[in-house]
């Protein structure tokens, strides 16, 4: 069903040529965003466009691994901590996806993974075969096909009741865009981290190593630069500190990609509540289709807290393509020292 392969990676022009076609794309298919990707020193750009005999065309945005790591071939569509990849175009079917998936084994590269869009689940799902390993995945999405008055009417009564709460308590909210904030951001982010190691009963400095590993500040500083003002940073102060905030990327569709909150300041004030009807507003005034919440996993609190704002769960997997048990060996050695440590997953 390919015609050919028009080139790899994507000229910039081509690239954007599709994703102006994607009503859905997500604000991390833009080429940009690959921009920042490869100064984070690990990757390089290894997009493939593919062009189908019946004239349309897709691409799949994808990284090579540097260095040791990378040694053996290790193509991703998206690392994680880098957000969602999977096929960018309109109207991809299951066919599509067979063929990308055949075109990838092609290239016998040591291991290939790709976490697809959640809205888009359904045409990989039917192009599975025996030689594609699933890793099951949940995430949550709020549909902004009503607008503004859509998404306050979406929102449960609790959430209504911790907006007015924080308009009440006069809790301030300062956004920035192109990295604007971001240091404010971090030290709230390293906060988390704190209670979120408590809770999952990992070392204190384990959890911040991991952490700064994961999202040292000059990677976001650097997805900050390269996205400019589809890049948000949002803050809600109490008592002139930063209490809960947020980094929302923007494009046809709006993911709200890491949140942070200093749990103590916030108390009842609804800070958090505030943060995120805050963002929803930017989405709708930009005419977002969907606002993504992110992967959920199997967080039973953290699934109240998103479809609280009307968000509705998606499961879907990310696909593995190896050559030898990558993904196996991994998984068992994770579980080997999750169980070391006494981790709990919340």
């Known amino acids: 069903m390919i015609k050919h392969l028009v080139a790899s990676p994507v000229p910039r022009e081509k690239w954007h040529s599709v994703l102006a076609n994607d009503p859905g794309a997500l604000p991390e298919h ?14 390089r750009d290894a997009s493939r466009l593919y062009s189908f005999a019946d004239g349309r065309e897709v691409l799949l945005p994808l990284v090579a691994r540097r260095g040791l790591a990378g040694v053996g071939g290790w193509l991703q569509s998206y690392p994680s901590g880098w957000g969602m990849g999977g096929l960018v175009g309109d109207d991809v079917d299951a066919d599509m996806a067979r063929a990308v998936l055949h075109d990838l084994r092609r290239l016998g590269r040591q291991r290939v993974s790709i976490r ?62 192109s990295g604007a904030l971001l240091g404010e951001y971090y030290s709230l982010f390293l906060t988390s981290v704190d ?22 500040l000059g990677k976001l500083q650097s997805m900050g630069r390269h996205l400019g003002e589809n890049f948000t940073v949002t803050l809600a102060y109490v008592d002139g500190r930063p209490a809960a905030g947020s980094i929302t990327l923007f494009a046809a569709t709006a993911h709200d990609t890491r949140a942070a909150m200093d749990k103590d300041l916030v108390g009842s004030t609804g800070a958090g509540e505030l943060v995120q009807w805050t963002t929803l507003q930017m989405a709708c005034e930009r005419r977002c289709a969907e606002y993504h919440l992110g992967e959920s996993g199997q967080s039973a609190a953290l699934a109240r807290f998103k479809e609280k704002f009307g ?25 080997a020292a999750k169980r070391v440590l006494g981790f709990r997953d919340v």
Do not use: C, F
Not at 30 to 43: K, L, T
Not at 195 to 216: F, G, I, K, T
């Open 116 to 177: 697809p869009d959640p809205q888009r689940w359904h045409p990989w799902a039917e192009a599975l075969d025996a030689g594609v390993l699933t890793i099951p995945r949940r995430a949550h999405v709020i549909d902004l096909a009503g607008g503004t008055e859509g998404a306050w009417n979406g929102l449960s009564k609790s959430a209504r009741r911790g907006i007015r709460a924080a308009e009440r308590e006069g809790v301030r909210i300062e956004t920035g865009h």
């Open 311 to 335: 968000a509705v769960p998606h499961d879907y997997a990310e696909l593995r393509l190896d050559r030898l048990p990558w993904t196996r060996t991994d998984a068992t050695l994770r579980r």
């Open 30 to 43: 833009a080429p940009e965003w690959i921009d920042a990707m490869e100064a984070d020193g690990r990757y």
């Open 195 to 216: 209670r979120w190691a408590a809770h999952q009963h990992e070392p204190r400095m384990l959890a911040h190593a991991r952490a700064r590993r994961r999202d040292p």
